[in-house]
């Protein structure tokens, strides 16, 4: 939408016409001969959106001017031509195969591992581990036990429900007397949009709000980042925490790692944890 000019401050584009304005009379003076205008308390009027110039509108007409020309052109260089013969309309019939399309195997069908059972995709605890301090129960996560993990889970339980959330798998273990573990597979109905991608991004936005943190690209995953926080929370009465995390997806499926620990957390046991699950998708 065009802008009215305001008199005797507006720019000219650099591309339009001049344009004569009208004169302006001079602002009233009072008896002391000085120009009236806002006292010092009258806060400056709220910026006028900027009136578009005219040289898109030159742009365009030019080129409907160019497309007419060179058509008005072509043809007339057409016409002085011979005609040229045009191959046959009819084409040789290609004969179908016979049989059927062999059928994906399991390790090439993708989609038929992530249907089945979203448990076994997660990494296996390792041996001489222990129960993780979270409860992990049977190892699936309802929409509800996922939404109370966060600190509004009202409205995160209808953000879920928004993104298609379709299951959620889970698993943890301690190491040693110090070490804590915890990932997390979701999948997404992704019929509407790519919810995983937009799980991974919020992943990556919080992450990366913590000061002193230190981030690597997970291979093979695209925009997949580990990150390692260097500076850990400390609490009255109870040894600093530091703190590790992953965030990636791969087709429906949005994958999040978390590893705690009062020492701090070394960069290969980020990567190795994420690299190997990420491995099983």
Request: net charge negative; glycine share 10%; proline share 8%.
């Amino acid at each position: 939408m065009d802008v009215p000019e305001e008199v005797g401050e507006a720019e000219e584009a650099p591309d339009a016409p001049v344009v004569p304005v009208a004169p302006v009379a001079p602002a009233a003076e009072d008896a002391t001969g000085s120009a009236e205008g806002p006292g010092p308390s009258e806060e400056p009027a709220a910026a006028r959106p900027r009136r578009r110039g005219r040289t898109a509108l030159l742009l365009a007409a030019a080129v409907v001017l160019g497309l007419v020309g060179g058509t008005c052109g072509g043809y007339l260089v057409q016409a002085d031509r011979e005609p040229t013969k045009l191959p046959p309309l009819s084409q040789p019939v290609v004969k179908q195969a016979k049989g059927e399309a062999e059928p994906l195997s399991a390790a090439e069908d993708r989609r038929l591992r992530t249907d089945g059972d979203l448990r076994k995709l997660l990494l296996p605890r390792p041996k001489g581990t222990r129960d993780a301090v979270f409860e992990t129960g049977d190892g699936w996560l309802d929409l509800a036990d996922l939404a109370e993990n966060y600190e509004e889970p009202d409205e995160v339980f209808g953000d879920l429900i928004t993104d298609e959330f379709r299951r959620g798998a889970v698993t943890g273990w301690r190491a040693g007397s110090t070490t804590s573990v915890e990932i997390q597979l979701l999948q997404f109905r992704q019929e509407q949009a790519l919810a995983a991608v937009t799980h991974a991004d919020d992943g990556h936005y919080w992450a990366e709000e913590k000061s002193n943190t230190r981030s690597w690209a997970i291979p093979g995953t695209g925009d997949g980042q580990a990150y390692v926080h260097d500076s850990p929370e400390r609490e009255a009465g109870y040894l600093p925490m530091y703190s590790a995390e992953a965030h990636a997806w791969r087709g429906d499926i949005a994958m999040d790692i978390w590893i705690y620990d009062t020492k701090p957390i070394s960069k290969q046991k980020i990567m190795d944890l994420a690299e190997r699950q990420m491995g099983r998708l």
